[in-house]
T-cell receptor, first 110, second 115 residues
Framework: LAKTTQPISMDSYEGQEVNITCSHN???????ITWYQQFPSQGPRFIIQ???TKVTNEVASLFIPADRKSSTLSLPRVSLSDTAVYYC???????????FGAGTRLFVKA | DAGITQSPRHKVTETGTPVTLRCHQT?????MYWYRQDPGHGLRLIHY???????DKGEVSDGYSVSRSKTEDFLLTLESATSSQTSVYFC??????????????FGPGTRLTVT
């Protein structure tokens, strides 16, 4: 099972771009990389998913190098409401074997 | 938001009593999951289901059983609750997307306290 390593916490200021890097050295060939966001007292919420290169949606970008041993979640121009825990997951189809690590606690300051 | 409800949302029970948590979905998704989350930790997979009557164990399945008799319902049972099972329990659903990827949708959680 591919485990992930992320920074425990990060601080930022409103309006800045935030990059959170996740290491997953044992990623398997058919594993996807998925990022979730979790606010206190709520279930995680899907942010973005990718397999290789770069993926962008309306809230974030995901950068994956050619070797796929790491990935970077990029949040453009964060606001106070982006304060949350961000989880990087690596897993097979269906998510049966995905493992949630401790996540990265992002704190956005005014 | 995906149509996932969990019941009860909060429960306090005594050690040794059986407890059943219910997850109900209206999305007709094939896959369903039960996770637990303890303070300061990520989610840990307890059991999952890949269809009606098809279930399997996750990372922390000891002390838990599940059943899925209908597509929309996934039940988690603690046969004899212990204090170590005090936690927040999340249900999730998913469906296979194009290209062999998936996306999980999570319910609001059930806070269980075992005294």
């Amino acid at each position: 099972l591919a485990k992930t390593t992320q920074p425990i916490s990060m601080d930022s200021y409103e309006g800045q771009e935030v990059n959170i890097t996740c290491s997953h050295n044992n990623i398997a060939t058919n594993d996807y990389i998925t990022w979730y966001q979790q606010f206190p007292s709520q279930g995680p919420r899907f942010i973005i998913q990718g397999y290789k290169t770069k993926v962008t949606n309306e809230v974030a970008s995901l950068f994956i190098p050619a070797d796929r041993k790491s990935s970077t979640l990029s949040l453009p121009r964060v606001s106070l409401s982006d304060t949350a825990v961000y989880y990087c997951l690596v897993g097979d189809t269906g998510g049966f074997k995905t493992i949630f690590g401790a996540g990265t606690r992002l704190f956005v300051k005014a | 938001d995906a149509g996932i409800t969990q019941s009860p949302r909060h429960k306090v029970t005594e050690t040794g009593t059986p407890v059943t948590l219910r997850c109900h979905q209206t999305e007709n998704h094939r896959y369903m999951y039960w996770y637990r989350q303890d303070p300061g930790h990520g989610l840990r997979l307890i059991h999952y289901s890949y269809g009606v009557k098809d279930t399997d164990k996750g990372e922390v399945s000891d002390g838990y059983s599940v059943s899925r008799s209908k597509t929309e319902d996934f039940l988690l049972t603690l046969e004899s609750a212990t204090s170590s099972q005090t936690s927040v329990y999340f249900c999730a659903i998913s469906e296979r997307l194009a290209g062999d990827s998936y996306e999980q949708y999570f319910g609001p959680g059930t806070r269980l306290t075992v005294t």
